[in-house]
């Protein structure tokens, strides 16, 4: 089974239909709860099943599997949303090196790998 994702519903969406299938879905998932999302699942698939219907077959297939995140915490919900933690946990380091070329200074970049160690070390 497919895992529904905004990229694969859309990837089925005409063009012209595009931007109401977007604005449905993220209504979906800034849904509170999962029986407020589901209702608004529904809605979107009932708006978009003339215009979409493979869409909608992708948003039916995967609508369970992107909806079990709504059981956790309200907190972690936002972060495990997003499909690529990898990149996410790797993103401030790549900044603070790009950075760091920048620095010509000895002395400044030893201050920059200090703050670094204390922050990431020990």
Not at 2 to 21: C, E, I, S, W
Not at 51 to 70: R, S
Request: hydrophobic letters at 40%; one cysteine or more.
């Amino acid at each position: 089974m497919k895992a529904l994702g905004q990229r694969n519903v859309l990837t089925h969406t005409p063009a012209q239909h595009k931007t109401a299938m977007t604005e449905g879905l993220k209504r979906i998932f800034r849904a509170e709860t999962a029986q407020e999302a589901r209702q608004k699942a529904y809605a979107l698939i009932e708006e978009m099943e003339n215009a979409a219907p493979k869409a909608v077959a992708c948003l039916e297939e995967g609508l369970e599997d992107a909806l079990a995140v709504m059981a956790l915490p309200k907190k972690y919900r936002r972060r495990l949303k997003l499909t690529n933690g990898g990149k996410r946990n790797r993103l401030p380091s790549e900044r603070r090196i790009r950075w760091s070329v920048l620095i010509t200074e000895t002395g400044a970049m030893s201050n920059l790998l200090k703050g670094i160690y204390s922050r990431f070390g020990a």
